[in-house]
């Protein structure tokens, strides 16, 4: 257990449903983050959150809607997402941002298929 | 850009041997680098890191060297065992320092032959 959860593990959906995937991180961190994993790709970083303010956004489309209430919880609101949008999304957290502190953990994962 | 990449896609192992996985950066700034295993169905999890300005890191039945004449990371996993079946990939990290600035590897598949 990396004290960082993801719900739900799966999730199947067409391409015109809103859905949301959900990360806690019990870790006490103050920063959050979202990759996507395809298959056979290095992760690819999506969203970067620091107490609780998005830092960093990687140029990712904006079907995808990233929300951060607060230092341990983190939402990435799916809509009318493409069948390429189909990968494993993980939710990381660190410490901070500093320097000491590079160190990602990683909740398991949200399988995700857009049919 | 630059990235991390990896000598061999899949490696296959004999249960008791020890398993060498390699990793090739091609940033000379890199100043930490980290290796993580991810199983099947499962997030990756962390096994071990070292910062630039060591060239050996030892850990339970882990080690990394690094060595950066030649922009080379390897981890090593003595008396490796079924459970060690996985993917493994290494990150690096490019200054200005902070997690967001990992850049990760595509993976290489070990598999362990009983």
């Known amino acids: 257990e990396t004290g960082v959860t993801q719900t739900p593990r799966h999730l199947v959906m067409g391409m015109t449903n809103k859905k949301s995937l959900k990360c806690e991180q019990h870790?006490?961190?103050?920063?959050m983050y979202w990759y996507k994993q395809s298959a056979k790709k290095p992760l690819e970083l999506m969203f970067v959150?620091?107490?609780?303010?998005?830092?960093e956004n990687n140029s990712v489309p904006s079907r995808f809607s990233p929300e951060c209430p607060n230092s341990s919880h983190l939402f990435l609101h799916l809509h009318t997402l493409q069948p390429e949008d189909s990968a494993l999304y993980l939710c990381?957290?660190?410490?901070?941002?500093?320097?000491?502190?590079?160190?990602?953990?990683f909740g398991s994962g949200t399988q995700l298929s857009v049919l | 850009g630059e990235s991390v990449g990896l000598h061999l896609p899949t490696l296959s192992v004999q249960e008791g041997d020890n398993s060498i996985i390699n990793c090739a950066y091609s940033?000379?700034?890199?100043?930490?680098f980290i290796w993580y295993k991810q199983e099947s169905g499962k997030g990756p999890q962390f096994i071990i890191d070292?910062?630039?300005?060591?060239d050996k890191r030892q850990g339970q039945r882990v080690t990394v060297l690094l060595n950066k004449t030649v922009k080379h990371l390897s981890l090593q996993i003595a008396a490796t065992q079924p459970g060690d079946s996985a993917v493994y990939f290494c990150?690096?990290?490019?200054?200005?320092?902070?997690?967001?600035?990992?850049?990760f590897g595509t993976g290489t598949q070990l598999k362990v032959e009983l």
């Open positions: 990381a957290s660190s410490q901070d941002r500093t320097i000491g502190n590079e160190k990602l953990f």
């Open positions: 870790l006490g961190h103050n920063a």
């Open positions: 959150y620091s107490l609780e303010e998005r830092v």
């Open positions: 940033n000379s700034a890199s100043d930490y």
């Open positions: 070292i910062r630039s300005n060591m």
């Open positions: 990150a690096e990290n490019i200054p200005p320092g902070g997690g967001n600035k990992l850049t």
